[in-house]
């Protein structure tokens, strides 16, 4: 026997007791139109009332029927301190409408995310025993097309030096399966065996989130040691995702804080694109770090961590080169980075980056451009402002297994603040210490066009250089060794004081890397 009936909004069939949930009926104010609104849920909209429940509760309802949102013209919607996530899993539409985050009071838990992109696809089952570096292909034919994650427990990489060191994290990454087998997202490591797989499918159909205006709160949060990051974001874990419009605002932070773990979160996803948005920086605070002493807390405005194919265009800030606040993208076991006519003070890969990273017709403020990895860098028709013109992170090794290019490039050493000595790639391995992988230079560097801009400089000012001191000048053995560059070639180099490009500060360095300098 078979009965319809109406259950909290919900059409529920009832076959031999167990019920069935297929979607909401249409609430009042939807009109069984494509469109669903927050206001047809309960949603106020006036900035003062909660209306946090309401929009997971609209969320909900889209999801089950394949709806987009679209919020209300001029409304303003708080999003309070209750516990909650919206899950978001199709079209969003929020245009001109604001929303208040307001962190400066109790909230029922600072971790929880408040807005979470997520397919509604299910992982699929896949056993892979071991990979090889460069693999371009699986036994396996999942389904579809998956992103899949793998690791080995067994095994320690990124093992971190310094002020913020730790024992490492396990071997890991992610890549695109295909249906037919084939991998796209170069394989990073070997791997001798994998402690677990997860596939997840790609939605074939992109999901497009829109506009935004958010108002954030900082929170005031005190605590002596170690970091307690914050989330009240937008998580988005679904693969063929775009962002559009976005813009977040922060405001009201004191004399105390912790960080955030990125207004935008992004992970374990595939073809990512960000565009058009724009996130402000947060302030930057002090804790006692690992081994005792202060370090700096940042948030990302942006983060994330194992997307394939992360596109980020025309995103912008204000203040780039403001000291006090930290930069805005922060990133871990990326594949494939497109940074295109972007404004942002800092573009971070920590724990690497593979396949291709591309800066272009951008502009990056004072904490500048940093990289570690194993790829192509290419950077072209853009605009530094860091310390170095890349920086390659000594605290992950300062390891690039691959090549660097330049390409018509301005680089403003310091923001302005010329050091005495500044040198294009800023690199540090002696090696004593064990990364959990090994650690080389670049191995080709090739500049076609770049003018640098060391006006500002100081009495004491010797000149632009190539390469600093990368190895140091420890007279006994490396027991990790730092493998260096072969070659560089540079052209088209002009600098404002006139003073010629200098090699290395190191002779050693010097000697050892084939050299191609023209001059005119």
């Not at 202060?294 to 025309?314: C, D, L």
């Not at 930069?327 to 494939?336: E, R």
């Not at 006006?455 to 053995?477: E, L, N, R």
């Amino acid at each position: 026997m078979m009965m319809k009936m109406t259950m909290i909004g919900f059409l529920v069939t009832v076959v031999c007791g167990a019920q069935i949930v297929y979607g909401a009926e249409p609430a009042e104010g939807q009109g069984g139109e494509d469109v669903v609104t927050y206001e047809a849920f309960g949603a106020v909209g006036d900035g003062v009332a909660d209306d946090l429940p309401a929009i997971c509760k609209a969320h909900e309802a889209a999801n089950a029927q394949g709806k987009r949102v679209k919020t209300k013209a001029g409304a303003t919607y708080h999003l309070g301190r209750r516990a909650l996530t919206a899950i978001i899993a199709t079209d969003t539409d929020w245009g001109t409408s604001r929303f208040i985050i307001d962190d400066s009071l109790d909230v029922e838990n600072h971790r929880k995310t408040l807005f979470e992109v997520r397919s509604l696809l299910k992982p699929v089952p896949l056993k892979i025993d071991k990979l090889s570096r460069d693999q371009r292909q699986l036994d396996a034919k999942p389904p579809t097309d998956c992103l899949v994650t793998v690791q080995n427990n067994n095994k320690k990489i990124f093992i971190r030096r310094g002020l913020n060191q730790n024992n490492g994290t396990a071997q890991q990454e992610s890549f695109i399966l295909r249906q037919d087998g084939t991998i796209e997202g170069d394989i990073m490591w070997d791997y001798e065996t994998i402690t677990r797989v997860t596939a997840r499918p790609i939605d074939p159909q992109p999901l497009i989130l829109r506009g935004g205006i958010f108002t954030h709160t900082g929170n005031s949060m005190r605590q002596e040691k170690g970091y307690n990051y914050w989330g009240r974001n937008i998580r988005i874990t679904r693969s063929n995702t775009e962002v559009r419009g976005l813009v977040h605002r922060v405001v009201g932070e004191g004399e105390f804080g912790h960080p955030y773990g990125g207004f935008l979160s992004i992970s374990e996803a595939a073809d990512i694109t960000l565009r058009d948005c724009m996130i402000d920086p947060r302030k930057t605070y002090r804790t006692i770090g690992a081994v005792g002493k202060p370090v700096s807390m940042g948030s990302y405005g942006y983060s994330a961590s194992h997307v394939v194919n992360f596109k980020m265009i025309g995103c912008r800030m204000e203040a780039i080169n403001d000291r006090s606040r930290w930069g805005v993208v922060g990133s871990n076991f990326m594949k494939n980075i497109l940074l295109e006519a972007c404004s942002l003070s800092r573009m971070d890969v920590h724990q690497g980056v593979g396949g291709t990273y591309t800066i272009r017709k951008s502009t990056l403020g004072y904490a500048g451009l940093n990289a570690i990895g194993r790829g192509t860098l290419l950077v072209e028709d853009s605009t530094l402002h860091g310390g170095s013109l890349i920086s390659f992170r000594s605290d992950y090794g300062s390891t690039w297994d691959g090549d660097v290019v330049v390409r018509n490039c301005r680089w403003v050493p310091g923001a302005g603040n010329v050091p005495a000595r500044p040198v294009l790639f800023g690199m540090s391995n002696d090696g004593m210490h064990d990364f959990g992988y090994p650690c080389f230079m670049p191995c080709t560097i090739k500049i076609d066009g770049l003018t640098i801009d060391d006006s500002k400089h100081s009495k004491d000012y010797q000149g632009v250089f190539v390469f600093g001191d990368p190895i140091g000048s420890a007279k006994t053995a490396r027991p990790f060794p730092y493998a260096l560059t072969q070659s560089v070639q540079v052209r088209n180099v002009k600098t404002a004081s006139g003073r010629p490009l200098g090699r290395s500060i190191n002779p050693e360095i010097e000697r050892a890397i084939a050299w191609i300098i023209d001059d005119h």
